[in-house]
């Protein structure tokens, strides 16, 4: 609990610390944001640096921050000079009714779901049925940003039942709302169906089955101790939600605080960045909290111990939706790269799909096909080499373990990759290789948690004893005898996870903390498209897809186990 808390503290620092990451003086990056004519004038830079209170250096200025924080003051504005808080305010209330909604709509969704599953279970005494577990997996696995793009072509464009964008009513709430819920109900599911699939073979349901109690007490109690034991990963699920939600908002139109966020990192506005991250932890860490109580209240009420730990058992995978996506893929790509995706022709601006451009073309002009097999060659291309980088950081960090105890990586897990670009951006400014350290920054750590589990179980082997017994240095065992067990399965997690890094980056970039918006980039196109949904929703239609195919592909290959300990 200690490294938990500690870890958490850390991530508030570096909030804190924002002003002066960019390795600047902040009083500078205020005269710039303000006044770009006035250059580094030393008189107006330290007449800012009086005027805003900045500290002379970065732990004197966190600790300012954060005293100031608890006090319910966090500064102005630098590039507006409002309240920070007044312009913060609404959107944290925009985002947590959009997150509370969301979750409402995947918890709905994913009880209705496991509904005939755990009556099954509890009359038969049968695991799920891995055809609900691959679609679980397929669903958890499409991008928030598609589902939310399609839900506008199908609900607000051509059936006019919904508002395509805007915040105003309950009426605009619905299609934001789906777009977060149902792939995050495809995970609950997913998770859930595996602790019910554990909670089958206890004993105690064996007994009760026996000695003939009936089929609805046994299914109440099987869905109480699902629930309970699923808390943990409905709390990891809103964490992760408050990190997508960006490119929903964005979709939609929303004024949430990720929109919010990702403005003040494009403008320098440093105290509303802050302002907006420290929303984003005390939401996640409430939804967090509210995950325990009902832990406690669900799981430790009912048997009397805390049984935190939840193995979720691998995620089942469909080596033919495998092969159909890698190959779907690179029919794209070849047959898109000897086309010329990157001449622009106002004589073809937005041309539909036809014999000159199969794919159709783009706002300028682009054929499509050769623009979004470009595309997806930069896109796959950035995502292994931050895959490959990530393997390397996850074994180093995986082979100095020695036990299975919650801690820093557990919480780090949870960081979504638009956090921490949203950070980086503040420090380095938007662009590509932002986009990628802030995908490899948080792409290590689910490796590092694998490698962990398989490094544990290594050295508790009797090959690896011998090997001490006999006074053989701790850099050959783990070399000769740790590492060629570990090699393996972590390789083939971080080819699982490949697709979904290149979702990553195209993500930062549709948020536009990645490529250039006239880059052939697959999050790029897309987020110039949406400008022509209505009137040519190929423009989206063919780089989304293309991202759906990822994320399905990702989906298909499988999850890998994941273990959660006491400590």
């Known amino acids: 609990m200690l490294r938990v808390l500690a870890t958490v503290g850390g991530l508030v620092l570096v909030v804190a610390s924002l002003p002066w990451l960019r390795g600047e003086d902040p009083a500078v990056t205020v005269l710039r944001v303000r006044f770009r004519q006035r250059g580094q004038d030393p008189e107006a830079v330290a007449a800012l640096r009086e005027q805003l209170g900045l500290a002379p250096d970065p732990v004197t200025g966190a600790a300012r921050w954060l005293a100031a924080a608890a006090r319910g003051d966090l500064g102005e504005s630098w590039v507006s000079r409002q309240s920070v808080l007044e312009r913060v305010q609404p959107a944290v209330a925009a985002s947590a009714t959009l997150a509370g909604c969301a979750i409402a709509i995947a918890l709905l969704l994913t009880t209705l779901a496991l509904c005939g599953p755990v009556v099954r279970a509890a009359r038969t005494g049968t695991p799920t049925r891995p055809g609900l577990k691959v679609a679980a997996v397929t669903v958890a696995a499409l991008p928030e940003v598609i589902v939310g793009s399609l839900l506008v072509i199908a609900l607000a464009v051509h059936l006019r039942l919904l508002p395509a964008t805007g915040w105003d009513g309950w009426g605009s709430v619905v299609a934001p709302a789906l777009a977060l819920g149902v792939p995050a109900a495809g995970l609950l599911t997913r998770l859930l169906a595996g602790v019910l699939d554990q909670a089958v073979t206890e004993q105690w349901v064996t007994t009760w089955r026996a000695n003939g109690v009936p089929t609805t007490p046994v299914a109440w109690a099987l869905a109480r101790r699902v629930a309970g034991r699923g808390a943990s990963q409905v709390a990891v699920v809103w964490v992760g939600m408050l990190g997508t939600a960006v490119a929903v908002e964005k979709v939609f139109s929303v004024p949430g605080v990720g929109s919010l966020a990702v403005r003040s990192a494009l403008t320098q506005d440093v105290p509303v960045l802050q302002a907006c991250l420290l929303a984003v932890v005390g939401l996640g860490l409430a939804g967090a909290g509210a995950a325990l109580l009902a832990h406690r209240f669900l799981l430790v009420g009912a048997t009397g111990r805390d049984d935190l730990g939840v193995t979720a058992d691998a995620a089942q995978g469909s080596p033919r939706v495998v092969v159909v996506v890698t190959a779907t893929l690179a029919l794209l790509v070849i047959g898109g790269l000897p086309r010329d995706g990157g001449t622009a022709d106002l004589g073809s601006r937005l041309a539909r799909p036809g014999a000159r451009h199969p794919l159709g073309a783009d706002a300028v002009g682009h054929d499509l096909w050769g623009r979004v097999a470009d595309a997806t060659v930069r896109t796959v291309g950035l995502a292994v080499l931050v895959s490959l980088l990530a393997l390397v950081v996850a074994l180093l960090v995986g082979l100095t373990a020695r036990r299975l105890r919650v801690g820093a990586m557990d919480v780090l897990v949870t960081v979504p990759s638009t956090v921490v670009g949203m950070v980086v ?30 490094v544990v179980e290594a050295r508790g082997s009797g090959h690896v004893g011998a090997a001490r017994r006999l006074g053989l240095g701790r850099m050959r065992v783990g070399v000769v005898h740790l590492l060629p067990g570990v090699v393996g399965p972590l390789a083939q997690h971080a080819v699982a996870r490949l697709p ?49 195919l990822l994320g ?16």
């Open 500 to 548: 979904l890094n290149a979702v990553a980056i195209a993500g930062l970039s549709f948020i536009g903390l990645g490529a250039d918006p006239d880059a052939a980039e697959l999050g790029a196109m897309l987020a110039e498209g949406l400008r022509y949904l209505e009137v040519a929703p190929w423009v989206v239609l063919v780089p989304g897809g293309v991202l759906l």
């Open 425 to 454: 951006a503040a420090a380095l400014g938007p662009g590509l290789l932002g986009a990628c350290v802030a995908v490899a920054a948080v792409a290590w750590v689910p490796l590092a948690v694998h490698a962990r589990g398989l």
């Open 552 to 567: 399905v592909g990702a989906g298909a290959a499988g999850g890998v186990r994941r273990r959660v300990h006491r400590a």
